[in-house]
C-alpha cells in the first residue's frame, strides 16, 4: 500500500516558479516508476511529468523544457521543479506511482495568476 503526500504548491505570479515535493511511503521507493499529474477545474487528471526507477525522464508537450521531475530515492521523495508558470499550469498536483496505484493523496494546489 502506497502513501503518498504533496507539498509545496500555492500562488505565484506568471513567470514565476515553485518546487513541488512528494513523499511516498509503504513500499519500495526506489523500484518504483513516478510521475507527477494535475487537474485542472473541469478537467480531466492529466500526467505531467514521469521518472524511471532509473532516473529516465519524460514530459507532456506543455511543460516541456519549464518542468523538472527528479526523486531522492534515500528520501522516498520525487520533486517537481516548475519554472516559467503559466495561468493555464493552475490545477491541483499529485504523485502517484506509474501505473497510478488507486489511493491518491491529497495534492497540492498550484495557483498561477496576477
Known amino acids: 500500500q502506497v502513501q503518498l503526500v504533496e507539498s509545496g504548491g500555492g500562488l505565484v505570479q506568471p513567470g514565476g516558479s515553485l518546487r513541488l515535493s512528494c513523499v511516498a511511503s509503504g513500499s519500495i521507493f526506489s523500484a518504483k516508476a513516478m510521475g507527477w499529474y494535475r487537474q485542472a477545474p473541469g478537467k480531466q487528471r492529466e500526467l505531467v511529468a514521469r521518472?524511471?526507477?532509473?532516473?529516465?525522464?519524460d514530459y507532456v508537450d506543455s511543460v516541456k523544457g519549464r518542468f523538472t521531475i527528479s526523486r531522492d530515492n534515500a528520501k522516498d521523495t520525487v520533486y517537481l521543479q516548475m519554472n516559467s508558470l503559466k495561468p493555464e499550469d493552475t490545477a491541483v498536483y499529485y504523485c502517484n506511482v506509474l501505473p497510478p496505484n488507486p489511493n491518491w493523496g491529497q495534492g497540492t494546489r498550484v495557483t498561477v495568476s496576477s
Open positions: 521518472i524511471s526507477s532509473g532516473g529516465v525522464t
